[in-house]
């Protein structure tokens, strides 16, 4: 069982920048394959980014490309989403997940483990 839990959301004007941090319970979290994704109200999780469990490869959605970076570090159980040139379509609740297979994945089914979400809006 993985608890994960996510923070450093909030309130950001377009063109700043937020960084999430999601942490992990448990020891094994350096064998998880983690990621981000996104989800507004009435609309379906949309994946935002992923990274392998030794943070040697790293998936981004094209939406995202070029301005949130991905990272972890595994010493202290956490995975970092870094958001720079924030628009005003970034806003929505940002979720953590973790997946045992070591294959990343844009797919939310094919997580195993969830945080509750941290809140992320960008006026313009």
């Known amino acids: 069982q993985v608890y994960l839990v996510e923070s450093g959301g909030g309130l950001v004007q377009a063109g700043g920048s937020l960084r999430l941090s999601c942490a992990a319970s448990g020891r094994t979290f350096s064998r998880y394959v983690m990621a981000w994704f996104r989800q507004t109200p009435g609309e379906a999780r949309e994946f935002v980014a992923a990274?392998?469990?030794?943070?040697?490869?790293?998936y981004y959605a094209d939406s995202v490309k070029g301005r949130f970076t991905v990272s972890r570090d595994n010493a202290k159980n956490t995975v970092y989403l870094q958001m720079n040139s924030l628009k005003p379509e970034d806003t929505a609740r940002y979720y953590c997940?973790?997946?045992?297979?070591?294959?990343?994945?844009?797919?939310?089914?094919?997580?195993?483990?969830w945080g509750q979400g941290t809140q992320v809006t960008v006026s313009s």
């Open positions: 997940a973790a997946r045992g297979n070591p294959r990343t994945s844009d797919y939310h089914g094919a997580y195993d483990y």
């Open positions: 990274i392998s469990s030794s943070a040697d490869f790293t």
